[in-house]
Structures are given as C-alpha cells and as structure tokens.
C-alpha cells in the first residue's frame, strides 16, 4: 500500500528534523485499518518547536518534491501542517504536527485516538542549513488559507464517499453550506473578514439582504435527496466558494496561485465522477 511505503520514508526523514525527540505515529495507520484512501497523522515531539518548524519543509522535500503547505499554530507550543506531495496522490496527504515538550513537561496530543511511537532519540537532531523550499504555503487568516482549507475538507469528503459513510458526508456537506453563508455575509460587508460561523444575529442580516441572487447563491445547488446529488452540490458548492475567495483574494490586492488550486478542485470532481 502506498501509504505504508511514503510513512516508512517519512519516518526515516524525520529522525534529521533539529529538537526532534520523538515520533508518533496516529490514524487508521497506527490502527492497522489502513485502505487505499489513507493519509499519514504523524506528531512530533520537539525541545526546540522554532528550529523544528523551520526545518520541516526542507526535512520533507528529502522524501519527495512539495505541491502545497498548510500551516495551523494549535498553540503556543503546538504547530500543525498539512502537507501534498506533487508526486503523490491527493488521498495521501500528510498531517504532521509538532509538539514543544520539555523533559517530563509532555504537550498534548494534536491528533484523536490512538498512537504508537516509531521512535524516540537519544539526544535531539542538530541544526541543519538553511535550504529554500517552493512548496505554497499561504499565509494564516488570508483567503487562500481559507479556501485551501475548503479544499483539503473536500478530499476528506470524497475518501468518506468511498468508503461509504454517508453521515459524515453530511456532516462535511452541512459544514460547506455553514462556510459559504460566512463567505456571502463577508462579501456583503465590503469582504471584512470574520473567519467564523455565522450567529443568530448575522443570519438574521442574510435574510434581511434585498437581492435573491444572494440566497440563490446557496440554495440552488443544495439537493440533498441522494448521496449522488449531495456530490453534485458539493462540488457546485465548492466551486463557487473557489471563485468567491478569489475575489476576496483580488480585494486583498493578491492572487492566488491557479496550479495549486486547481489541482485540488480537479481531483475532487474526478473522484467524485462530477
């Protein structure tokens, strides 16, 4: 299986990032469940969460050329980044996060369930050169962070529908709508971002708005009578939250890079057959 054979590589890679004193391993790979659908939930344990952060890419480039880069600071001492491989399939992604741990002072998991260690060092990896990385890695709080986000919530969407778990389809269906009543509220107050679900109050703005164009926006797309016209809304939904955070992106005085995106959006569509 392909995942197995990119996490043995990781792990190895991982063992030169600098501060890094253990590895562990999450997901339905720790679990033995693995399908063909899987991605990789690997957390590393660090003394040195700056020097380890800064490494990450150049470290994971050493496996294989990188497409995108998603970064998430859970906390203080907890970093989260989501990784694609231009050489990999979509479906095997890796999560891989970093914990700032100081002797026995342990920092939480970032990942659910369970987990088995791959490693522990006897003393941390040194420092390693700078090296550049043009993997994309868009910045927190901008719309391209938002929409790849969308993106990658897209692919978890797609691996539900193979494996035949339709209330979490749903569950990603729903959220979808959630994010694009954000992304219509956001676009009616002149795109002064709020990156948040929407409360009672600012739905109650929504239906307050004079146009139908904007409640058509989200309705139109949204036939939930059968799992294959909940993909065919997805997919429209997606597709027009892509076009809308461009525009946002234009508003911000930016583009975003089509390549990336678009690699996202293809994949998606083809694996939903859309």
């Not at 962070?145 to 494996?163: C, E, M, S, T």
């Not at 990603?172 to 992304?183: E, V």
């Amino acid at each position: 299986m392909r995942a197995h054979e990119l996490s043995g590589r990781l792990f190895e890679a991982l063992r030169s990032l600098p501060g890094t004193i253990e590895l562990h391993l999450f997901g339905s790979l720790a679990t033995g469940t693995a399908d063909g659908y899987s991605d990789i939930d690997l957390q590393v344990l660090t003394r040195d969460l700056d020097a380890s952060q800064k490494a990450l890419l150049p470290v994971l480039e050493g496996v294989g050329p990188i497409s995108l880069n998603l970064e998430t600071h859970e906390t203080e001492r907890g970093y989260l980044s989501t990784v694609l491989f231009l050489q990999e399939s979509c479906y095997h992604k890796l999560d891989v996060g970093l914990s700032e741990t100081a002797g026995v002072d342990a920092s939480p998991p970032l990942f659910l369930g369970p987990s088995r260690m791959i490693w522990r060092m006897g003393s941390p990896a040194p420092q390693l050169e700078d090296r550049p990385v043009r993997a994309y890695t868009p910045a927190e709080g901008t719309p391209a962070h938002f929409v790849v986000g969308l993106l990658l919530a897209g692919i978890r969407y797609v691996k539900a529908r193979k494996r035949g778990k339709h209330w979490t389809c749903w569950r990603f269906l729903s959220a979808q709508m959630d994010w694009q009543a954000m992304l219509l509220y956001e676009k009616a107050h002149d795109w002064t971002p709020l990156r948040r679900k929407l409360n009672t109050l600012e739905y109650a703005e929504l239906d307050a708005l004079p146009s139908p164009e904007v409640r058509n926006i989200l309705f139109t797309y949204t036939d939930l009578s059968s799992p294959p016209s909940m993909d065919v809304a997805y997919c429209r939904l997606l597709a027009q939250m892509l076009e809308m955070s461009h525009a946002n992106a234009l508003h911000a005085g930016y583009e975003m890079p089509a390549i990336c995106l678009e690699r996202l959006m293809s994949f998606i569509r083809s694996e939903l057959a859309q």
